[in-house]
């Protein structure tokens, strides 16, 4: 089955630089890549996606990108400010009615 | 992004008796829905998927007669603890899974439910 690493487990930046989160999928046949903000006490929630038919995705300070061959996605965030501090976790699937597999969480601490 | 929600958002029982958490899909319509369980630090472990209609498909080591799970409609599946104990006690997380028509799927999670078992 599939299974996602994620790195780092922690990741502490000064407010205004990048975070990059990695992961790694076994799976070649995984075609969604979700990532998730989990704030303390509360569900994830959907920050960026991406499917397998485009390289990269941008929304405002946040990307993904996804490298099929190697089988590895990214989150980059940019200009970070303390209310991005959370939880991050990136997930894959196969689609359709498969579920999804979770990294073990990047624990990201932006301080002012 | 769709709205997920769960009800409660916390609950302390005794040991022995019954919890139930239901789980709501607000502004789409969802087939399937999903039941996590998440220990303080650790990732989102899958407990069962529920599926509208039918019964729901339980992960390896997740006891079907302990979690009951109900989705008799298309926004509401409920958990139910049966007869919980104080190892029962942690974060229970839904997600519902929204269906566009073009064949991809979004998964929204809800706010949690955090049990404490007395």
């Known amino acids: 089955g599939e299974n996602v690493e994620q790195h780092p487990s922690t990741l502490s930046v000064q407010e205004g630089d990048s975070a990059v989160i990695k992961c790694t999928y076994s799976?070649?046949?995984?075609?969604?890549f979700p990532w998730y903000k989990q704030e303390l006490g509360k569900g994830p929630q959907l920050i960026i996606d991406?499917?397998?038919?485009?390289g990269e995705k941008k929304d405002q300070r946040i990307a993904v990108t996804l490298n099929k061959t190697a089988k590895h996605f990214s989150l980059h965030i940019t200009e970070t400010q303390p209310e991005d501090s959370a939880v991050y976790f990136c997930?894959?699937?196969?689609?359709?009615?498969?579920?999804?597999?979770f990294g073990t969480g990047t624990r990201l601490l932006v301080s002012p | 992004g769709a709205v997920v929600s769960q009800h409660p958002s916390w609950v302390i029982c005794k040991s022995g008796t019954s919890v139930k958490i239901e789980c709501r899909s607000l502004?789409?319509?969802?087939?399937?829905m999903f039941w996590y369980r998440q220990f303080p630090k650790q990732s989102l472990m899958l407990m069962a998927t529920?599926?509208?209609?039918?019964?729901?498909?339980?992960e390896q080591g997740v006891e079907k007669d302990k979690f009951l799970i109900n989705h008799a409609s298309l926004t509401l599946s409920t958990l139910t603890v049966t007869s919980a104990h104080p190892e029962d006690s942690s974060f229970y997380i839904c997600?519902?899974?929204?269906?566009?028509?073009?064949?991809?799927?979004?998964?929204?999670f809800g706010p949690g439910t955090r049990l404490t078992v007395l």
């Open positions: 997600s519902a899974r929204r269906t566009s028509g073009r064949g991809s799927d979004t998964q929204y």
């Open positions: 799976d070649s046949a995984s075609n969604y």
């Open positions: 991406i499917r397998s038919n485009v």
């Open positions: 997930a894959a699937t196969l689609g359709g009615f498969q579920k999804l597999v």
């Open positions: 502004d789409f319509q969802a087939t399937t």
């Open positions: 529920s599926n509208e209609g039918s019964k729901a498909t339980y």
